[in-house]
């Protein structure tokens, strides 16, 4: 049963850090690429940041460059997400994703709430 669990959500005020945390079971998760995701009311869900299998490689969205950090712990089946100096526009639900590759994510977490006051 492949399960992704989100963690670290609140709320924070502007210039304030959040780390969310991504715990998986199930597969194995150093054969999957791992991904942040958000999603606001009447947004689509947007890519947020990317890492590769063993952390050698990320990506980001723009908005997010040099503000947030994605990591992996593969021993742990975990991924993280550091954010830093949020921003109201921030506010969203961040799911944590798994993808065999191809660009397609396969698995999903139910996502955890930031939220971001001004």
């Known amino acids: 049963q492949v399960q992704l669990v989100e963690s670290g959500g609140g709320l924070v005020q502007a210039g304030g850090s959040l780390r969310l945390s991504c715990v998986a079971s199930?597969?194995?998760?150093?054969?999957?690429?791992m991904g942040w995701f958000r999603q606001t009311p009447g947004k689509e869900r947007e890519f947020v940041a990317t890492?590769?299998?063993?952390?050698?490689?990320?990506n980001y969205t723009n908005s997010v460059k040099g503000r947030f950090t994605i990591s992996r712990d593969n021993a742990k089946k975990a991924l993280y997400l550091q954010m830093n100096s949020l921003k109201p526009e921030d506010t969203a639900v961040y799911s944590c994703?798994?993808?065999?590759?191809?660009?397609?994510?396969?698995?999903w977490g139910q996502g955890t709430q930031v939220t971001v006051s001004s």
């Open positions: 994703a798994a993808s065999r590759g191809g660009g397609t994510y396969h698995y």
């Open positions: 890492i590769s299998r063993y952390g050698a490689s990320t």
């Open positions: 199930g597969f194995t998760f150093s054969d999957y690429r």
